[in-house]
């Protein structure tokens, strides 16, 4: 299946009950068993999992070439599910230029944990591979960066990461799978804000991980169930809902940030515009490499400050 089949069908199957092609909203906390411990079907209570739920996770997995997806209430919360992995004396490096509420949990929420984290410039391969040493448990990588538009190449980082047994967690928010697979370019796990492009419509919180490797997605999906940020089913259906769109939307999006671009470039009272697609940008070699097109976010100075 290709990708603009995938947004539409990829995981997807019918209803069993009725044969309708878009999941019900299974608003519901509990599943009947037939006796204690027999489930009906495979479903107990929806904080483990929910069939809309589990719908919009598989066809997470699908559109990131994964094989298990699992969806958040927030974008946050997937990230607060990958660190609550590591423990007191792990060490975590992280890009210099991070969402502020990324570069908030790491350097607040787990002040006083014990984990150590480095945020530092990604085009700089040497001193990457200078910081790490046998506590480096995790290299999270946004790229592009919100908001200055900074990219890492996640091809040479999991180069390094698979030799030194490193997990790499790449944010895809603002590339989305229509521009970047992070899992093929040999990332460990994919983290999205679903808030944004995957749902598409500014109707709903969301998050989202994705992974490639069986194990690391039981781990991931035992911290989920056991902490409780799960996204509820009508969030899930509505992101579902929104990635059918997916393609057609990134398309045009990229389309308007090049005019958007054009104009800012050209403008009196701009001193510089951040944005992958510019020749002059100092990441354009990395983002035609990794990615299809540019993207629709664009981030700029005023001369004025
Ligand atoms: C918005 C955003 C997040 C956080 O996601 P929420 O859904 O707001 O919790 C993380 N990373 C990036 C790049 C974002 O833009």
Not at 228 to 249: E, N, Q
């Amino acid at each position: 299946m290709k990708f603009n089949t995938k947004v539409i069908h990829g995981g997807q199957h019918h209803d069993p009950s009725t044969g309708a092609v878009m999941p019900p909203v299974y608003q519901t906390s509990t599943f009947v068993q037939t006796s204690p411990g027999k489930p009906l079907a495979d479903y107990e209570y929806s904080r483990a999992s929910n069939p809309t739920r589990t719908a919009l996770e598989d066809a997470l997995a699908s559109i990131e070439n994964g094989t298990r997806g699992l969806a958040f209430s927030s974008g946050l919360a997937a990230t607060d599910c990958v660190l609550r992995s590591f423990k007191a004396g792990d060490e975590i490096i992280a890009m210099d230029d991070l969402y502020g509420g990324t570069y908030r949990m790491f350097s607040r929420v787990y002040k006083d944990s014990g984990i150590k984290f480095h945020f530092v410039d990604m085009t700089n391969i040497e001193k990457l591979k200078s910081l790490i040493n046998e506590n480096t448990k995790l290299i999270w990588v946004e790229t592009p960066t919100n908001p200055l538009m900074k990219l890492a190449d996640i091809q040479e980082i999991a180069k390094i990461t698979q030799e030194k047994k490193i997990l790499l967690a790449v944010d895809n928010t603002f590339a989305t799978p229509y521009l970047q697979k992070p899992l093929d370019l040999g990332a460990d796990i994919v983290m999205h804000s679903a808030t944004k492009y995957l749902g598409g419509h500014s109707d709903v919180i969301a998050g989202a991980l994705i992974v490639k490797d069986e194990a690391l997605g039981e781990q991931l999906h035992f911290q989920q169930f056991a902490t409780g940020a799960t996204l509820g089913p009508m969030d899930s259906f509505l992101v579902l809902r929104g990635i059918k769109t997916l393609a057609l939307r990134v398309q045009r999006h990229c389309e308007n940030g090049e005019k958007v671009v054009e104009y800012l470039s050209n403008h009196p009272k701009i001193k510089t515009v951040y944005y992958p697609g510019l020749k002059n940008h100092p990441f354009h070699e990395i983002a035609k490499k990794q990615m299809k097109a540019f993207g629709g976010m664009v981030s700029f100075d005023f001369k004025s400050g």
